[in-house]
């Protein structure tokens, strides 16, 4: 059966957003009408891109640009309310920053050093003095040339992560080397946004370059102490008090207001919100709430992320960017293929064999989200002409777009070394100690939702067969201790459909719903048969009444308590009854 969209029926779907937008006329704001025809849209294009089998934010870049250049945005009164949009899609960047820090691991960073700072280095070293010659030549400002060479040499850590994902290498060696430059990227950026400020020219403000420093060292060193208390005694006290009142709602609220709140304190001081939004990421990412707060706050940082991408699709202009064609396909191959020589050799020296060299490289050949954060912020400033902006901006989404399907050759391509005799070399061992790594790591395992009494006997029982097991729980107490034990367990919600991402679930042999809460087991199995319709699924219900209800919804037992008390008692009863 063909599940293509056809083209009128395309047509159809825009048209019935935009028709009764033009027929209310005043009656809708125009900055509703803009976020209404932007997310129905975008839903359209990323279908299509995904039918292609492309990245998503290629359609979220298409839809910008098609939304901008079709006239739309006069007829619906909007053009003005694309600046807020823009601050909207701000947010975005906050919750993505938030995210990176919530995902940093310094245990992570610790088993990845050696590949994170000599690797990281000499990428962000090479690249940016590559980008920096190309920047003189182009007799651009020392300030641009400096913001120009970081943003070109930074990569697309979501996109690069998610495709080695989809392709089943998150954890091969190719994949840790990427992961271990983008660690150190991260780094990089953080550090570099602090300084931002200098290098952006401030209306009226003749200050010197010296007492600036001076005035930017205060403000940091007071931010590091308030960010420092909130992160060793606030935010933990917070959370914790939060996590006994088992309220999700109250949760969700209490870690984005830590996020916003820091974020707004590295804001007062002059330091950016992205700066402030990573220090709070950073607060609980050693902590046992990081993955119970990923499941929260994903669905909500994409949503506001596709506004950003949107966002910078509307800032292309389509005719100047067809008379620059050339120049933005050339900047695009140069970009990519410049990065994944520089990366591959990197990995080479690093001892990586030549495969996974070369996919190391193309997972981190492109732009990234932070190159187009500093390029929007750089062409704001007016550091470089108009016609320069839409280059970079559509060259550096390009190479975004382009990044999956180049990664896909990666293998047939590294595949074609080895049989050339390319392929030899002592392949670099990685150490497995922290969490991601040992999820990363399970296949055939088993999932075993809650470690209460039932849980905790199921545990030690498959422990004890030789199988791997990964628990989730809901109790900070119960997850401390197991930690304590060496044993592999999440702090995340069943019902969330992110908490299964995190888990492997496509990876493990058996998902077994030890409480008895008919309604999260139901949550949970509609997110479970929808990833692995073929995996078995052994839950427990409190009331006969549930276990059919389960059974239809895709639990393959059902272990009822009612049930297997009643026959407890008729046992222990004829028992007592015969002596």
Sequence with gaps: MDDRVPFDQTLICHAAVIIPLLAAGDAIPP???????????????????LRLRQSMLAGYFICGILIANSGVLGLLGAGESHVQV??????????????LGLEFSLGELRYLRRLAFVGGGWQMGL??????????????????????????????????LKSFQDLGLEASPGARMALAVAIFQ??????????????????????????RLGSLALRGGAFVVLSGVAARWVIPWVLNAVTRTRSRELFTLSVIGSCVGLAFIGGLLGLGLALGAFVAGLAVSESIFKHRILADVMPLKDLFLTLFFVSVGLMIDLK??????????????VLMLLKAGVITLIARRLGLIHRQSLMAGIGLCSAGEFSLVLLQQAGAARLWSVETQQTLLVASAFSMGLLPALLKLGQPLGDWLVKRGWGRGKPVKFDGGSLRQRVAGMSGHAIICGHG??????????????????????????????QRQGQTVL????????????????????????????????HALGVIREQRPDI?????????????????????????????AANSIVAQARTLQGD
């Design 127 to 160: 690249c940016m003095l590559l980008a920096g010659g190309a920047s003189t030549l182009l007799h651009l400002p020392w300030q641009a040339a400096v913001i120009l060479s970081v943003a070109l040499a930074m990569s697309s850590t979501a996109v690069s």
């Design 31 to 49: 900055l509703f009408a803009l976020l209404a025809l932007m997310l129905a849209r975008s839903e359209l294009d990323v279908i299509a891109m």
């Design 86 to 99: 823009s601050q909207m899609a701000e947010f975005g960047v906050v919750l993505l920053m938030f995210t």
């Design 453 to 482: 009494p039932v849980g905790e006997k199921l545990n030690k029982a498959l422990l004890d067969a030789g199988v791997q097991t990964l628990v989730v729980e809901l109790n900070a107490e119960t997850v401390r201790t197991l």
């Design 536 to 564: 078995a699924v052994l839950a427990r219900a409190r009331f006969s009444s549930d276990v059919e209800r389960l059974k239809r919804l895709g639990a393959t037992q059902v272990v009822n308590d009612e049930m297997e």
């Design 491 to 522: 702090f995340a919600d069943a019902s969330h459909e992110e908490t299964w991402e995190l888990t492997r679930l496509k990876h493990a042999s058996l998902v077994a719903l030890t409480f008895p809460d008919a309604t999260v087991n139901a």
């Design 186 to 211: 991260d780094l990089f950026i953080i550090v570099f946004f602090l300084f931002m400020p200098l290098l952006l020219p401030q209306p009226g403000d003749d200050t010197a370059l010296l007492p």
């Design 320 to 333: 100047a960017a067809m008379q620059l064609w050339l120049p933005i396909c050339g900047l695009t191959a």
